[in-house]
């Protein structure tokens, strides 16, 4: 069983630390950084250059909306997924729309996007970002 979100009393999944949150229309998710909103934000766009090398086959793309946000989509079963990550001077959040059809897959889609990210961080962590 999921625990409740005390504010908001939607199920929620705790991993790494980070918080997952599932709605009826999208899954929300929060990973923590301890960056910078600067580094962080490197570190996101690296994360998502290396996504769509690896991943070609589902045609992800990420278009930088504001220096804080980035519009991301990507291909599944014939279906185009949508949504956005925002960038903060804490936090990474991501938020995808999920079809009722996905949602069994949703938690599999989010830790591959998750690991990603963190992955750069962790490099940004370590100076290893160019």
């Known amino acids: 069983m999921l625990p409740k ?3 908001l009393g939607i199920p929620c999944e ?4 980070n918080l997952r949150i599932f709605t009826e229309d999208a899954l929300k998710h929060r990973m923590s950084h301890d960056l910078g909103l600067e580094l962080a934000r490197l570190a996101t766009a690296r994360a998502l250059e290396s996504y769509q090398e690896q991943f ?8 930088w909306v504001s220096e804080d946000r980035v519009e991301v989509s990507f291909s599944a079963g014939g279906k185009r997924l949508a949504g956005h ?9 991501i938020e995808l729309d999920v079809p009722l059809l996905f949602r069994p897959f949703q938690s599999q889609a989010m830790a591959l996007i998750e690991e990603e990210i963190e992955a750069w961080l962790t490099k940004a962590r370590n100076g ?3």
């Open 85 to 93: 990550i925002d960038v903060t001077g804490q936090n990474i959040d």
């Open 5 to 7: 979100d005390p504010g």
């Open 56 to 63: 070609p086959e589902v045609q992800p793309e990420g278009h």
């Open 14 to 17: 705790s991993r790494k630390g």
């Open 128 to 130: 290893e970002l160019e």
